[in-house]
């Protein structure tokens, strides 16, 4: 009969041990992606952005001459999250300039996941990408 009683109060205190342990995860992890967000929302300047693409840019001419899709993807992503870090002051600055870079950067992005790789295409739109990026490097 003591045992049937302990049984309700042991089952609850496990209950409440276990799921205690399952919030904690969730909220490193919460926190672990918030600090990713905010890292990856780091701001460089302008010129900073520019070259660091423009070596990216040089790179995919490279991987497409190579015929290598994967690192083509990889480089096209690289674009992507560099220009993340320094589009809202080029848009501020200089809106026209802002859309000019937007196309080919969107062609490049759209190319790279394609099979197969369009390479005629994707060296047009980084050369004009290439282009515009040595216009976004003088901004001030």
Known sequence: MKSRKLIFPVIVATSLALGACGTQGEKKAESTKITEQASEKKTVSIADGAASMKKTVSDLKAQLQAKDAAKVKDDAEQ?????????????????????????????IEAGAKAEPLDAQTLNKAAEDLDTVLTEVGKLK
């Open 79 to 107: 674009l992507e999250k560099t220009w993340q870090m320094f589009e809202d002051t080029v848009k501020e600055k200089n809106a026209d300039l802002y859309e000019k870079l937007e196309t080919p950067l969107h062609t």
